[in-house]
């Protein structure tokens, strides 16, 4: 729906909802169902939207009423009925007993299963004075008739019960639109708590505990990562939606956590690491390099001071949400963008820039890039805080909830498509997770010189996110970023992730009010100062010069990341690795061999000139390191085309072939194709006088040679272990110049 329509469809629904009903009759008002249909969820916490779209319903004609202190005043609690209903409760208080409103006030501040109506507060009371109300403004009184708007966070079971689909929802979303006439004056809105979100606070506490006594670098350090991050969430935002149900949506990440760790788990217990490796390098540098434009791409809602922003994640997407919501904001009378945003984040931006150029420029300086970002905080909100900027429509993070990890066992789902939803996701991730932790953890450890235990570190991962799926974490792993500054500090144990997350512990207990008035714009330019080496352009530039498949991979992830999505980049990168591998395994290397002069040495024709090929021997070379289905014709038919076709190689013209060694010293294995191509190639061999003999065949190869009858059929005796006794024993049995 665009803009115009959508202003369209308010204002008529506004005029529907205006009633001219006389006082004592049930008003109609507005239901949240079908207000989802017209905004954003997230308009619904805009209190000077909602004071603009809920008009006094009782207005009439004669005007608006000046007071509505009348002598039945009604207070709205909600209460289920036997037949399992949900109703509201209607409570009558006299107008004048100020006190009692305060009581029936303070018994249901926490169990309120709505948007709180609002009380007037009188001056003259010293409990209104007092502030007891939740969240209502100084000017409201319940003698001067003023109605204003306020917003109250809504309990789980108020916001699960509305968009349930079942008997008792349906009652619900009938019964509340209907109220005393009191109730028409308040406005029917849901506010998302901050406690409903799974920050990366919380990732930063128990999965870096647990890692510090379970893994084995000394290095790595544990928590959210921006990768991971953007991946669970486009992937969990498809499924559910966050703005809509936060709830079902929280609850789902923390499933897919908790399989995504057993996923991980079982990697270590069946040593599956090698699933791993499947992601080249190459793949890797294309996958990061387009992730971090994506994420650059991202801070622009934070540092712009965007208020609608797209929740997909392809560049042509963004970039044309940043575009409408800038034009919006610009045009909109009622809504202003303000440069403030953009000016404040752009200037810590080029402050973190050059400490960082400094740092690198100066090593004694080392410390300067790490201190910067917390620098940036601190001033951005000093700034903030004395210039009240927030009131000049700086966008500040506002509420940051204290305290320690909640439970989230009672939030896990095992039942319906959940299930099958998060089993899906959990792959993904559970791969990409592994494979940006082991990639950090290799390079510091190759850096210091020790080794990392790849299934240890599959377990402790696993472990520390099941963990952390039961205390409110979402995926975690290894931090390349982080873990750089703690290299360069001097850390050489595990212990720095306990010290980690001992020092957000302690911050959230004693420091999280100090965040009230820290600027998103900040963050963003944090964020943004990171990127830039992140992308590895001398890195894709020597990918391009050794191997052109791989460069195609590279770009094949970056374009997938950039124009499509992650996990498409992830597929299209996966994709063309798998089939560079089936490329080389459908035509392996199959190499003429020749004895270089006064050696026993036999090496590549091609490749060394000097090599001598013997006059009516063909010793030839398998370079795969297995013969099967997908390789075995084309060896079967390569090897007869040397045979048949004499002028392939001049030196095979001069004679005719009468025996072909086949040296076997790196054929891994062997399966039933490759046991029936060799079979058929004796057979064509024979025909044609020529004999076959193996040099080197390895255990595996040999004794399934064996179980197939084919050293019976050849003869044991054309079974050697090097290629000169091979060649010696055709030209002493004179096979050669038979």
């Given at each position: 729906m665009s803009v115009e329509q959508r202003q369209e469809e308010l204002a008529r629904r506004r005029s529907n909802y205006r009633q001219n009903n006389d006082k004592g009759k049930q008003v109609q008002t507005c239901d949240l169902s079908d207000m989802r249909t017209m905004m954003p969820f997230q308009d619904f916490t805009n209190v000077n939207f909602a004071s603009r779209f809920y008009q006094r319903a009782h207005d009439n004609e004669a005007g608006p009423s000046?007071?509505?202190?009348?002598?039945?005043?009604?207070?709205?609690?909600?209460?289920?009925?036997?037949?399992?209903?949900?109703?509201?409760?209607?409570?009558?208080?006299?107008?004048?007993?100020?006190?009692?409103?305060?009581?029936?006030?303070?018994?249901?501040?926490?169990?309120?299963?709505?948007?709180?109506?609002?009380?007037?507060?009188?001056?003259?009371?010293?409990?209104?004075?007092?502030?007891?109300?939740?969240?209502?403004?100084?000017?409201?009184?319940?003698?001067?008739?003023?109605?204003?708007?306020?917003?109250?966070?809504?309990?789980?079971?108020?916001?699960?019960?509305?968009?349930?689909?079942?008997?008792?929802?349906?009652?619900?979303?009938?019964?509340?639109?209907?109220?005393?006439?009191?109730?028409?004056?308040?406005s029917l809105g849901v506010h998302v708590d901050e406690s409903l979100v799974a920050t990366g606070r919380d990732t930063s506490i128990v999965p870096p505990l647990i890692y510090a006594v379970m893994g084995s670098s000394r290095d790595i350090a544990i928590g959210p990562v921006a990768v991971v991050s953007m991946l669970l969430s486009s992937l969990v935002t498809k499924v559910k939606d966050p703005v809509a149900n936060p709830h079902a949506y929280r609850d789902f990440v923390f499933t897919v956590t908790f399989f995504t760790g057993n996923f991980q788990v079982g990697f270590g217990i069946f040593r599956l690491g090698f699933l791993v490796d499947f992601l080249s390098h190459a793949a890797l540098v294309g996958f990061m390099a387009g992730t971090t434009i994506i994420i650059g791409l991202q801070q622009l809602k934070g540092l712009l001071g965007i208020t609608h922003f797209t929740i997909k994640t392809?560049?042509?997407?963004?970039?044309?949400?940043?575009?409408?919501?800038?034009?919006?904001?610009?045009?909109?009378?009622?809504?202003?963008?303000s440069p403030m945003n953009f000016v404040l984040g752009c200037s810590f931006l080029i402050f973190l820039l050059v400490t960082r150029f400094i740092g690198r420029r100066n090593k004694k300086l080392f410390w300067l890039p790490a201190i910067a970002p917390l620098l940036s905080v601190i001033l951005s909100t000093l700034i903030?805080?004395?210039?009240?900027?927030?009131?000049?429509?700086?966008?500040?993070?506002?509420?940051?909830?204290?305290?320690?990890?909640?439970?989230?066992?009672?939030?896990?789902?095992?039942?319906?498509?959940?299930?099958?939803?998060?089993?899906?996701?959990?792959?993904?991730?559970?791969?990409?997770?592994?494979?940006?932790?082991?990639?950090?953890?290799?390079?510091?450890?190759?850096?210091?010189?020790?080794?990392?235990?790849g299934n240890r570190e599959m377990l402790s991962m696993g472990i520390m996110n099941v963990a952390g799926s039961l205390t409110s974490c979402y995926v975690a792993t290894g931090s390349f970023s982080r873990t750089a500054v703690n290299f360069s500090a001097g850390c050489q144990t595990a212990v720095l992730n306990i010290v980690m997350a001992v020092t957000v512990i302690l911050f959230l207990q004693l420091f999280a009010r100090l965040l009230y008035y820290t600027p998103m714009a900040i963050l963003a330019s944090i964020i943004l100062s990171a990127l830039p080496g992140l992308i590895d352009l001398n890195e894709a530039r020597?990918?391009?010069?050794?191997?052109?498949?791989?460069?195609l991979a590279c770009i094949g992830a970056f374009f997938g990341v950039l124009f499509a999505s992650v996990e498409i980049g992830l597929l299209v990168a996966v994709t063309i690795s798998f089939t560079k591998i089936l490329i080389q395994s459908i035509q392996p290397g199959v190499e003429i061999l020749g004895r270089v002069l006064r050696t026993e040495a036999f090496c590549d024709v091609t490749q060394y000139p000097m090599a001598i090929s013997t006059p009516g021997i063909v010793v030839i070379r398998i370079s795969s390191g297995s013969l099967c289905f997908a390789n075995a014709n084309f060896v079967k038919e390569r090897i007869l085309k040397w045979v048949v076709e004499e002028d392939e190689i001049q030196e095979i013209a001069k004679g005719n072939v009468r025996a072909i060694i086949m040296d076997m010293t790196n054929l891994m294995n062997v399966d039933t194709s490759g046991i029936l191509a060799l079979e058929e190639l004796h057979k064509r061999l024979l025909s044609r006088g020529v004999e076959l003999a193996m040099v080197n065949p390895r255990w595996l190869v040999i004794h399934k040679l064996k179980l197939a009858h084919f050293v019976d059929k050849i003869g044991k005796e054309w079974v050697f272990l090097t290629v000169g006794e091979a060649v010696d024993a055709c030209l002493s049995s004179k096979i050669a110049t038979a």
């Open positions: 000046t007071t509505y202190a009348h002598q039945n005043f009604t207070f709205p609690i909600f209460q289920q009925n036997d037949n399992h209903e949900t109703r509201p409760f209607i409570r009558n208080i006299d107008d004048n007993d100020c006190e009692s409103r305060h009581n029936i006030a303070r018994n249901f501040r926490n169990t309120v299963m709505t948007i709180k109506s609002l009380l007037p507060t009188s001056s003259e009371c010293r409990r209104c004075n007092a502030k007891l109300f939740h969240r209502d403004s100084q000017d409201m009184c319940c003698k001067g008739g003023k109605v204003t708007i306020s917003q109250v966070p809504a309990p789980d079971e108020l916001l699960q019960l509305f968009l349930d689909s079942s008997t008792e929802g349906r009652h619900f979303r009938q019964h509340i639109r209907s109220y005393n006439h009191v109730m028409s004056f308040t392809d560049a042509v997407s963004v970039l044309v949400s940043v575009y409408k919501s800038l034009h919006q904001q610009i045009t909109s009378s009622e809504e202003k963008w903030v805080y004395l210039s009240k900027a927030d009131k000049q429509g700086v966008n500040v993070i506002k509420h940051v909830k204290g305290g320690l990890n909640q439970s989230s066992v009672h939030q896990l789902q095992f039942h319906g498509q959940n299930v099958g939803q998060a089993a899906k996701i959990r792959l993904v991730c559970a791969v990409i997770a592994l494979t940006e932790a082991m990639a950090v953890g290799r390079s510091f450890a190759s850096i210091k010189g020790y080794q990392l235990d020597y990918i391009w010069k050794v191997d052109k498949l791989d460069f």
